[in-house]
């Protein structure tokens, strides 16, 4: 019978800061650009250049470590790490050893059991390897028959944090993925945009008996692209140990590299082929101090966390959970809410309408466009001022779609485009009994019908009102006065 | 001309008394005289040195300020970077590498209006104290030409010494510069680790290397220091502090001076002719009227091992960069990690790999604490060891080397002999502190003998002072090798 297995994992997670020029030059660091046009002597390692210190990464960093809960530390010093590959031009790799940046912080998730705190073990600076491409079918450096370097990514500027083994299962580890990935999108220290490569992930993964303390062996899994990726690889892994411990096996303790195509993933390299680094401190780089003042100005630069403001938008301005999310899902975003509904509810309309057009109507359409929020064509005022004519019943919900449209195309106000267009709503009471009064008399069979019982037919009346009235009638009230005047004619 | 001083051709070359491309061409010809028998350049560059002499006495022509070492030639050791001009560390492995940028100090020497004449030799990557480790040739000393120059800047102490050059720049990790110096019979200063950039200067290790001047007097060697000093924002490592004017209080005498006599650089190991000769220069300083006091170094005999895991270590990493990938000697072969060590075993010469292995040893896993780790411990107790001795005196004086110019091939065998070579100049690079070495009298057999002065930390003008004030009592360092 198969034993219950807790899986266990933990995730490094690196991503690149985006600061205008690397960690210890000054080269731009702009993805995409011909190869080896952003590099110095500096980051191409050549004999007797030294690294120094760009300010801006220092306080990215802080920053980043902040949003994460974490301890910084007083003083920070770096290490190199020594590896040979042609990608790493000094045959090192600047990175932190033994005094990181920050430690002992922690980052709050959403899971199906509710909010759940993963520990994060450190977070470090260190600088980005350039990027090889192999001459060959596979695109693989064993069977290529020559190999180029491109050098523009070398000493971009990576954190690198890593948690605490404290996911346990694929979807938490998803789920932590997401609100990291989130609290770096608020704190504007990255893009993490994985396809661009600026967000990585490894992950550490073993399975214990359930009701075990003691920790299963490891593997590392590398090279997984995309938050699915992991997910599935982690899965993936999870039911490979946990067959290989059911068949009386051994879990090795390895490096595994997953294979997205064919969703299974190989041993890369065993424990006893594991690089010994031989970190040192990097002798060119002094001890950095980090000043209590420094660590407050970050501290003050922090934004509200996202998973805080989606709580706080649910309570303040009565979102659902659901639509809390969507309102968070980037700083520009909760921005622009936010922004659109406090101008809603100083002109007493409910931000919960002001939602409902930004994520339906405003959201449809720039993702259908493939826009940003921060590209929008309408600024959230607009929407707030097109909610509050809805609401006050100048125009109707459907003329506002065609408002709408029109100020996503032309950028105009709605007040503007309503005037244009003459489609502000009738919604005075005695014109409106005019016009009613008018189809009553033209329409004796559908009036007789309704007064015999069959109420539905007055549908077919409203129509007429507002046809007549070229849809700009108040339904509402069409629908109100009709009723009145069929009613009292008993 | 080369019975003048690096300040004399200055003064005339600005006084217009001689052109500065008169003397550049009177450098040239000397080293074409003279180079075949001492092989002190690896390269000279005599185009941009004319070009830059030329340049030199058109801003005269034109009445334009020039710097301070308008016109003086100055060879530089081929392990500081000139852009577009072969830098070779004395490697097969860079072999033909043209770097793309200055280093630092040839950009202030430049600056100044020196002109630089060439590339001189030296123990491949710094690596030695012979010269016998370039893996081009040896250089001689011009003393005695069977006898070796010193190491590793022997390229420069030996272009200065045969006066090919007044000056040379050259680098110190474990007595680089005073140790050839002494060899040679000339002055060299090791500045404090961070009075000077080491932007371009190629690593061989980070924590101990240091540029400095080489020159016939302390004054010239003050003169090169003054330019060469000072924070340079591509290395955070030399420090912002203002640089003091060195020459100005130079000639203030060494009254009231305490020198510190640390007993253990004057024990076992040491040749009697070195030890009497310095214990003259002792008794010339205290004529001059400093007052000498025993000092105790007690860590002493753990600076060697201390050095030679730290700079080995540092080795190990700065040289991995050369791996055939980018720059420099690449071997062919079928595969990258064939390649990888084809490259470096044809291109590394044996020293080097040598201290490669031993400073990867130092710091693999289940080895670093043992060694790299103990080692830095122990150089904090060496730091405070000279602490504690800088609270009695102002001035530390010791012998340079513990023996005179060795015969070409004496020591290669041995590595560890020749390690003792740097013996009592390894501290100064471990603490940091700044080190001088001046000429101090000659053996029986005619070979230079050298003085060294460790200064407080950033104290420059003390040993200058102290070296100038020496000078002034002794005429060492106005001989000259006889060289057809
Ligand atoms: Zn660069």
Known sequence: MS???????????????????????????????????????????????????????????????????????????????????????????????????????????????????????????????????????????????????????????????????????????????????????????????????????????????????????????????????????????????????????????????????????????????????????????????????????????????????????????????????????????????????????????????????????????????????????????????????????????????????????????????????????????????????????????????????????????????????????????????????????? | MRELSAKQIHEKIIAKEITATAVCEAALQRIHSTDSQVKAFLAVDEQGALAAAKAVDRKLAKNEPVGPLAGVPIALKDNLCTKGFPTTCASKILAGWKPPYQATVVERVRAADAVPVGKVNMDEFAMGSSCENSAFFPSNNPWNQECVSGGSSGGSAVAVASGMVPLALGSDTGGSIRQPASLCGIVGIKPTYGRVSRYGLIAYASSLDQIGPLAQSVEDAAMLLQVIAGCDQKDSTCTDMAVPNYTEQMQSGIKGLTIGLPQEYFSEGLDPEVKAAVEQAKQVLQDAGARLVEVTLPHTEYSLATYYLIATAEASSNLARYDGVQYGLRAEADNLIAMYKATRAQGFGAEVKRRIMLGTYALSAGYYDAYYKKALQVRTLIQRDFTEAFNKCDIILTPTSPTVAFRRGEKTEDPLAMYLSDIYTISANLTGLPGISIPCGFNSEGLPIGLQLIGKVFDEQMLLRTAQTYQSHTDWHTKRPILA
């Open chain 1, 3 to 490: 034993q219950d297995y807790e899986i266990v994992i933990g995730l490094e997670v690196h991503v690149e800061l985006s600061t205008a020029s690397k960690i210890f030059c000054g080269c731009p660091t702009t993805f995409g650009a011909e190869p080896n046009t952003q590099v110095c002597p500096v980051c191409l390692g050549l004999p007797g250049t030294l690294p120094v210190l760009n300010q801006q990464v220092l306080t990215f960093a802080i920053r980043a470590a902040l949003a994460c809960n974490c301890q910084i530390a007083q003083h920070t010093k770096f290490d190199r790490k020594n590896y040979f590959y042609p990608d790493l031009p000094k045959a090192y790799q600047i990175s932190q050893y033994d005094m990181p940046l920050a430690e002992h912080g922690s980052i709050s998730i959403d899971t199906t059991q509710g909010e759940k705190s993963i520990g994060i073990t450190r977070v470090h600076l260190e600088e980005d390897a350039g990027k090889l491409v192999h001459q060959s079918q596979g695109g693989q450096i064993g069977t290529a028959a020559s190999s180029l370097a491109d050098y523009n990514r070398t000493g971009v500027p990576l954190i690198e944090i890593v948690s605490e083994p404290d996911l346990r299962s694929a979807d938490e580890a998803y789920a932590y993925l997401t609100a990291l990935k989130e609290i770096l999108l608020y704190t504007k220290v990255s893009d993490c945009n994985m396809e661009e490569g600026s967000l990585r992930c490894d992950a550490n993964i073993s399975v214990r008996p359930r009701g075990q303390e003691a920790l299963g062996t490891k593997a590392e899994l590398k090279n997984m692209n995309s938050f699915k990726n992991i997910r599935d690889a982690i899965e993936y892994e999870a039911k490979r140990q946990i067959r290989v411990l059911e068949e009386g096996g051994k879990v090795e303790q390895e490096t595994r590299l997953w294979d997205a195509d064919k969703g299974t993933s190989h041993s890369m390299r065993s424990k006893e082929e594991a690089h010994d680094y031989r970190y040192f401190p990097e002798p060119d780089l002094p001890v950095v101090y980090l000043s209590e003042k420094m660590i407050a100005d970050q501290q003050q630069q922090l934004p509200e966390m996202p998973q805080a403001r989606r709580h706080r938008f649910q309570k303040e301005y009565g979102l659902s959970e659901y639509d809390a999310g969507v309102c968070t899902m980037s700083p520009a975003m909760a921005e622009y809410f936010e922004d659109a509904a406090k101008k809603a509810v100083s002109a007493k309309v409910s931000a919960k309408t002001v939602c409902n057009w930004i994520t339906v109507e405003l959201q449809g359409k720039l993702k259908a466009d493939g826009k940003e929020i921060s590209n929008s064509p309408i600024a959230s005022g607009q929407m707030a001022e097109l909610t509050r004519l809805i609401e006050r019943g100048k125009i109707s919900g459907k003329m506002g779609k065609d408002v709408f449209a029109d100020m996503y195309v032309t950028g105009k106000d709605p007040e503007v485009i309503v005037q244009e267009k003459g489609l502000s709503q009738i919604s005075n009471s005695d014109e409106i009994l005019k016009m009613v009064a008018a189809i009553i008399a033209a329409n004796p069979n559908p009036v007789a019908e309704y007064k015999s019982g069959k109420t539905q037919t007055i549908g077919f009346l409203v129509g007429q009102v507002m046809k007549a009235s070229q849809g700009q009638a108040n339904p509402k009230l069409v629908n109100q006065i009709l009723r009145d005047c069929l009613d009292k004619n008993i």
